[in-house]
């Protein structure tokens, strides 16, 4: 079954920036939607043909990506707020695979 694994959350300050990496176990990017969440709570997705979707709160600031040739899903993070913070995973949209132990986001004021 497909593995997820995610990591590049760190403690930051608020304007501060991250990158977040998801290593996914196959290549399922062709037949899913992939997505990035906040807790369970969808923040970002991409589609095969890269067209991507933003919650309103995180648009203008965060942007998802795809890499086909390397089986990695990424979400950088920009002018990080206190209200950013949390456990971030992928998997993807809607979830079907089983979650991975996500990556924790620390945004300090």
């Known amino acids: 079954q497909v593995q997820l694994v995610e990591s590049g959350g760190a403690l930051v300050q608020a304007g501060g920036s991250l990158t977040l990496t998801c290593t996914v176990s196959?290549?399922?990017?062709?037949?899913?939607?992939m997505g990035w969440y906040r807790e369970r709570d969808l923040v970002a997705s991409i589609s095969s043909g890269r067209v991507d979707n933003y919650d309103d709160s995180v648009k203008g600031r965060f942007t998802i990506h795809m890499n086909h040739a390397q089986n990695t899903l990424s979400l950088r993070m920009n002018n990080l707020k206190p209200d950013d913070a949390g456990i971030y995973y992928c998997?993807?949209?809607?979830?079907?695979?089983?979650w991975g132990k996500g990556t924790q986001v620390t945004v300090s004021s």
């Open positions: 998997n993807t949209s809607p979830a079907f695979w089983p």
């Open positions: 196959h290549n399922i990017f062709r037949d899913y939607m």
